[in-house]
């Protein structure tokens, strides 16, 4: 920086050929003493040393030169003031650049230092250059600290020491010297100065770890300037980096940014976003205080799926640390890398050991993390580990009751970031994060073992096959929420389509405040202890009336889940055991464990068998156990349907007589013909006199279940024998009837009357 060249000022004095009537002998203010015409002053034309020339002749204490032009000053700005001098006889003197810090008034400025370093001549005839710093900052080299009040100064030199001494003056110059301390002043080191040469080839890891320590010590950022810098290993910085270059290292060598660790500094450093965002997730499982990765809003193109563990060269490594990445969107690139991978095999699959199948034709040839699909598999099963040498393979969970040997297919989804290498991952986030997935990739493969994985105000737009999968329990505690699922089949009628959402195979899980569009299942999910708050899903389509499928899929049998505050718009919750070896009820926990309160149910243009919940059991003997349905509004449009819920009984039948525990209240119904409620209260009209009264509660009561227990029976009115009132208290004989859900008033008389008679489908006890 030279403020003379850049901002035009003016700095240099006029020479004294020029005439001292510029040069003051005093203070150098307007009005001070000047030396033209002083007999002690004379210009020397040509002198052998400087050619034209001063000559002084010191006759007092303090002989003083200054300039009487201001010299300009600013902050920043620092000025050096020289000048070559000699001594031709007389007493030798002391010389010392002098100056006079002026404001912005024109007035001085006191309390400032006005002189530089003295040099006291030794000989006669001898050279001597004198010269003083003066700027506004306290840096080592400058010899007057004036702060920012000064805008300009009276320039020059005086003469101490004994008089009677004649020297002669070299023109003065003032030149801006700020570039001296411009190592001192940027707040930068640069790699080259320590040896860096960015030629691509030659190794500047040393030249990269001094310039590192180097900036550290003084609290400064390194400066990568331009060139490629080849980094051939490991290499961890401490202090923050700036790149105007950019560095190459081999896929195995890591480069830790530690104090600016996000993807602008990463795609600077390496020259792409998609380069860069594959080095910064390779040092984020590699280096303990990369906790955050921030994508600093930026878009990343992804050509290929990106296989995390093998990308950070640890494949079937375990993480416990908490690791983010956040903001930003990962743009799937079509391409044939997004292909899925699909192979057919036989194998033998036995219920006493559902979670393996054996004997796999071609096992090398299957990818983990494959579906598997075939014949009475059941949904969302996946490949979670294989074994090559034993033709054996692992899945998520058993598939179901039918055993045997028969093909399987495997598919194996791309996904933008997969996460199956790992051998555990926990507490992994991801948050704010776009998935662009086009229709090209899908979205997320979790890990095969961890907990508490945690999508954030995440969107996942256009999976082509899967948003997020789980192939083992890497879903144990995972959370979702505040996430958009935008599914690439939005067109497509709901019965053709194949995208899923959501699968969960582990327990915990806690979905919260998502909107899900038209997937043919927003989520299927094993396990319990599951929470859905405030979630909105819709899978209708254009077709009137249409099918509709599940939104939820319940696999496990008492999932011990809510259902709270959610939009069920155009698909219905699913209970299941779909997934069990033997699924005939053996002395376990049956269908329940689950709440559903306070949800909104939409549907428009379904047939009228459609069901918002349905329970689909795959063996005989279960039942229902502790279920509550309480609270809900249910809701049709252009059409109604028949009821609320349903058993499907296309594989088996429920239990109706060991109900237990099933809770059906205070919800209001819309467009549906037949309301359903446990406890149901029935009114009953018995116009013809009878001791058998049969009251029918088939039409009302949860489930269709059984008439099993009546909790009350109130008169409406009289109860009459003729014309004579009666008293009495029937008995009660329930389950009455060929569907077993009537129920038998006895009276000790025939009577006529009316009555309202509470029955139960459960044993509340």
């Not at 020479?15 to 007999?39: I, K, Q, R």
Request: hydrophobic share 40%; aromatic share 8%.
């Amino acid at each position: 920086m030279n403020k003379a060249i850049t901002d035009g000022l003016v700095l240099m004095p006029t020479p004294f050929s020029a005439g001292l009537n510029v040069w003051s002998s005093g203070e150098g203010t307007p009005g001070s003493p000047t030396w033209a015409g002083s007999p002690n002053a004379a210009i020397v034309a040509a002198d052998q040393d400087f050619g034209g020339c001063l000559e002084l002749l010191k006759a007092s204490n303090t002989t003083r030169l200054r300039y009487m032009v201001p010299t300009p000053c600013q902050p920043g700005m620092y000025l050096r003031i020289s000048a070559r001098i000699k001594a031709l006889s007389g007493a030798l003197p002391t010389v010392r650049a002098s100056c006079l810090p002026l404001g912005a008034n024109g007035a001085p400025v006191g309390g400032l230092p006005q002189t530089g370093p003295a040099v006291t001549l030794s000989s006669y005839g001898e050279v001597v250059t004198v010269s003083a710093i003066v700027g506004s900052g306290a840096r080592g080299g400058v010899d007057m600290v004036w702060g920012t009040a000064p805008v300009s100064g009276h320039f020059g030199l005086e003469l101490t020491g004994p008089n009677g001494g004649l020297v002669r003056i070299d023109d003065i110059v003032i030149e801006d010297v700020t570039a001296i301390f411009h190592r001192n002043m940027m707040d930068w080191v640069d790699v080259r100065d320590y040896g860096a040469l960015g030629d691509g080839t030659t190794n500047d890891v040393a030249a990269f770890q001094a310039a590192d320590a180097a900036a550290v010590a003084s609290g400064r950022q390194v400066l990568v300037s331009a060139g490629t810098y080849a980094l051939p290993a490991n290499v961890a910085m401490a202090a923050p980096v700036r790149f105007e270059g950019r560095v190459v290292m081999p896929e195995a060598n890591r480069l830790a940014l530690t104090r600016n660790y996000n993807l602008e500094t990463y795609t600077s450093a390496f020259g792409s976003e998609a380069e860069g965002f594959r080095r910064a997730l390779q040092a984020l499982f590699h280096f303990t205080d990369h906790a955050v990765l921030d994508l600093n809003g930026r878009s990343v193109s992804v050509t290929a799926p990106i296989l995390l563990a093998e990308n950070a060269g640890i494949a079937g490594a375990s993480f416990v640390q908490r690791k983010v990445v956040d903001n930003g969107q990962l743009v799937a690139v079509a391409g044939p890398a997004w292909t899925p991978g699909v192979v057919t095999s036989q194998a033998t699959y036995s219920t006493s050991d559902p979670y393996i199948l054996t004997g796999v034709a071609n096992v090398a040839n299957i990818e983990v993390g494959s579906l598997v699909t075939g014949a009475g598999v059941a949904r969302e099963t996946y490949v979670r580990s294989k074994n090559v040498g034993a033709g054996t393979v692992e899945l998520s969970l058993p598939p179901g009751s039918q055993a045997g040997t028969r093909t399987y297919t495997f598919t194996r989804f791309r996904y933008l970031l997969d996460f199956s290498g790992f051998g555990r991952l926990d507490r992994f986030e991801m948050t704010n994060l776009e998935f662009a997935c086009g229709g090209h990739a899908s979205a997320v493969m979790l890990p095969p073992s961890g907990i508490t994985t945690r999508f954030s105000g995440c969107v996942f737009d256009r999976p082509r096959d899967r948003a997020i999968t789980s192939i083992g329990t890497g879903c144990q505690g995972m959370m979702i929420d505040e996430c958009q699922f935008l599914s690439n089949e939005m067109p497509v009628d709901v019965q053709n389509r194949t995208t899923i959402g959501i699968n969960v195979n582990a327990n915990d899980v806690k979905i919260r405040d998502n909107r899900a569009v038209r997937f043919r299942h927003f989520v299927v999910i094993h396990g319990s202890g599951h929470m859905f708050v405030g979630n909105h899903w819709f899978q209708g389509d254009a077709q009137q009336p249409g099918v509709r499928t599940a939104g939820v899929v319940m696999t496990g049998i008492n999932v011990k889940t809510l259902f709270t505050g959610n939009y069920v718009d155009n698909s219905f919750i699913e209970l299941t055991n779909e997934r069990e070896p033997d699924p005939n009820w053996n002395n376990q926990f049956s269908f329940g464990g689950i709440t559903i309160s306070a949800n909104i149910f939409t549907t428009i243009g379904a047939m009228p068998s459609f069901a918002w919940i349905v329970v689909t059991p795959r063996g005989s003997g279960h039942y229902l156990q502790g279920v509550s349905i309480t609270g809900n509004t249910f809701r049709t449009m252009n059409g109604g349907i028949e009821r609320v819920e349903k058993v499907d009984t296309t594989w088996s039948d429920l239990d109706y007589g060991r109900f237990r525990n099933v809770t059906v209240h205070g919800n209001n119904f819309n467009g549906v013909t037949n309301g359903c409620y446990n406890p149901v209260t029935v009114r009953h009209d018995q116009n013809s006199a009878a001791s058998a009264w049969v009251v029918d509660a088939s039409a009302n009561l949860a489930f269709r279940g059984n008439a099993r227990v009546v909790t009350g029976v109130v008169a409406a009115g009289a109860l009459l024998q003729g014309s004579t009132q009666r008293y009495d208290m029937p008995w009660v004989q329930t389950e009455q009837g060929a569907s077993k859900q009537n129920v038998t008033l006895r009276w000790p008389v025939p009577v006529t009357g009316t009555v309202w008679v509470t029955v139960r489908a459960d044993n509340p006890v």
